[in-house]
């Protein structure tokens, strides 16, 4: 097998004073001396010695290798034309078989169709000077990101919209306004992306009629569940809106005190949802499952209380009075839990006993699962 390993000068550099191609390994060498001692500092030097090493490589493979140079005249079509015809005259002589093209440069590397089009390219060898890695591997890298229709739609689009933006929100409503809007649509551009919200959303239609065309539960219990967390945000904003011109921490857990028990009726409804087809599906379910929903009352819970603790904190919110409560020989005259810290504790110590009920039931319930599993496959086996 004859491998051809060609060096391209499209500019003629190399061969200024010869007529191209330099063909064979002892022309080469002397051409690589003959351009080093000339220019120490060119990189077309490591790009003769690359061809030599590669030929070195290719032959003690047990490959027949020839080593030449290609050269134009110049920086025009001639130049290409000539190097093509350098090409054409090496395979009527030499025959080869493939070949591996040695480049130094962009510019070089434009050639490469012109070989491929007359003789099987088996690979194409960047050459890049260390000293100047940084620079071509930058080169390289935007080039490539250039070709990436995914990554320009990605990237250069939603800068370029920025660019665009800015000095009509600039012209409308002053610099201030301008960077804030542009760096915050940024800002959710990134968040957008990094978190996958994009690869999210486009497999939604598909996992929604999934959902309806397999008569899911959790499809039912999602809805449920917006529903309840719409009725949570609407009912904190209205108890927000009560308070008037309260500090920030006041108005959040006024917020939260009033919605979370509908956000936590939310995030049962949808870990109910999925806990049933699990169960429904899988003929079994997963502890994960199972401590969803207690998981989802025992946080409302705590959360609850602490909003709670702050709102009395700020004498919003009166001691919580337990009402009296009278059943028959049972009589209990009420009472008021002071300090604040009191109700916290309770609904701490009420998240904690939720959360571990949960940890129980779930322990339980997978321990039942896996003797009925064992016992079944016990039949089998007898």
Same mark, same amino acid.
């Given at each position: 097998?004859?491998?051809?390993?060609?060096?391209i000068?499209?500019?003629?550099?190399?061969?200024?004073?010869?007529?191209?191609?330099?063909?064979?390994?002892?022309?080469?060498?002397?051409?690589?001396?003959?351009?080093?001692?000339?220019?120490?500092?060119d990189?077309?030097?490591?790009?003769?010695?690359?061809?030599?090493?590669?030929?070195?490589?290719?032959?003690?493979?047990?490959?027949?290798?020839?080593?030449?140079?290609?050269?134009?005249?110049?920086?025009?079509i001639?130049?290409?034309?000539?190097?093509?015809?350098?090409?054409?005259?090496?395979?009527?002589?030499?025959?080869?078989?493939?070949?591996?093209?040695?480049?130094?440069?962009?510019?070089?590397e434009?050639?490469?169709?012109?070989?491929?089009?007359?003789?099987?390219?088996?690979a194409?060898?960047?050459?890049?000077?260390?000293?100047?890695?940084?620079?071509?591997?930058?080169y390289?890298?935007?080039?490539?990101?250039?070709?990436?229709?995914?990554?320009?739609?990605?990237?250069?689009?939603?800068?370029?919209?920025?660019?665009?933006?800015?000095?009509?929100?600039?012209?409308?409503?002053?610099?201030?306004?301008?960077?804030?809007?542009?760096?915050?649509?940024?800002?959710?551009?990134?968040?957008?992306?990094?978190?996958?919200?994009?690869?999210?959303?486009?497999?939604?239609?598909?996992?929604?009629?999934?959902? *309806?065309?397999s008569?899911? &539960?959790? $499809?039912?219990?999602?809805?449920? #569940? /917006?529903?309840? %967390?719409?009725?949570? !945000?609407?009912?904190?904003?209205?108890?927000?809106?009560?308070?008037?011109?309260?500090?920030?921490?006041?108005?959040?857990?006024?917020?939260?005190?009033?919605?979370?028990?509908?956000?936590?009726?939310?995030?049962?409804?949808?870990?109910?949802?999925?806990?049933?087809?699990?169960?429904?599906?899988?003929?079994?379910?997963?502890?994960?499952?199972?401590?969803?929903?207690?998981?989802?009352?025992?946080?409302?819970?705590?959360?609850?209380?602490?909003?709670?603790?702050f709102?009395?904190?700020?004498?919003?919110?009166?001691?919580?009075?337990?009402?009296?409560?009278?059943?028959?020989?049972?009589?209990f005259?009420?009472?008021?839990?002071?300090?604040?810290?009191?109700?916290?504790?309770?609904?701490? *110590?009420?998240?904690?006993? &939720?959360? $571990?009920?949960?940890?129980?039931? #779930? /322990?339980?319930? %997978?321990?039942?699962? !896996?003797?009925?599993?064992?016992?079944?496959?016990?039949?089998?086996?007898?």
């Amino acid at each position: 097998m004859t491998t051809l390993v060609v060096c391209i000068d499209r500019a003629g550099d190399l061969v200024a004073e010869t007529d191209p191609p330099v063909v064979g390994r002892e022309a080469v060498e002397s051409l690589v001396v003959d351009v080093g001692v000339e220019d120490p500092e060119d990189s077309q030097v490591n790009c003769l010695l690359e061809a030599l090493r590669v030929s070195r490589d290719l032959a003690e493979g047990g490959d027949e290798t020839v080593v030449a140079v290609l050269a134009g005249t110049d920086d025009t079509i001639s130049a290409d034309r000539a190097i093509a015809r350098q090409v054409e005259g090496l395979i009527d002589d030499h025959d080869p078989d493939s070949a591996v093209v040695v480049v130094d440069s962009a510019e070089d590397e434009r050639l490469v169709p012109i070989v491929e089009s007359r003789l099987t390219v088996d690979a194409v060898d960047r050459v890049v000077v260390r000293q100047a890695r940084d620079i071509e591997s930058t080169y390289y890298l935007l080039k490539q990101f250039l070709a990436d229709e995914e990554l320009r739609k990605t990237v250069l689009v939603p800068i370029g919209v920025a660019l665009i933006a800015y000095p009509v929100l600039w012209w409308l409503a002053g610099p201030g306004v301008a960077t804030g809007a542009i760096v915050a649509v940024v800002g959710l551009f990134f968040l957008y992306k990094g978190l996958g919200v994009d690869a999210y959303l486009a497999s939604l239609p598909g996992q929604v009629q999934q959902a *309806l065309y397999s008569g899911q &539960v959790a $499809l039912v219990t999602y809805v449920v #569940a /917006a529903g309840l %967390s719409l009725v949570g !945000v609407f009912a904190g904003a209205i108890g927000v809106s009560e308070l008037g011109s309260e500090g920030p921490l006041i108005l959040a857990s006024r917020f939260a005190f009033d919605a979370i028990p509908w956000l936590t009726g939310a995030a049962l409804a949808a870990s109910t949802g999925r806990l049933l087809d699990e169960l429904i599906r899988h003929e079994g379910v997963r502890s994960a499952y199972l401590n969803l929903p207690f998981g989802a009352v025992a946080v409302g819970l705590v959360v609850r209380g602490f909003s709670a603790y702050f709102l009395e904190l700020a004498d919003v919110f009166r001691p919580y009075r337990i009402r009296p409560i009278d059943a028959g020989p049972i009589a209990f005259e009420g009472a008021t839990l002071e300090p604040p810290g009191t109700r916290l504790a309770l609904f701490i *110590l009420a998240g904690v006993l &939720v959360s $571990l009920a949960g940890v129980r039931f #779930a /322990a339980y319930f %997978s321990g039942a699962t !896996v003797e009925q599993e064992f016992a079944h496959g016990r039949e089998g086996g007898d």
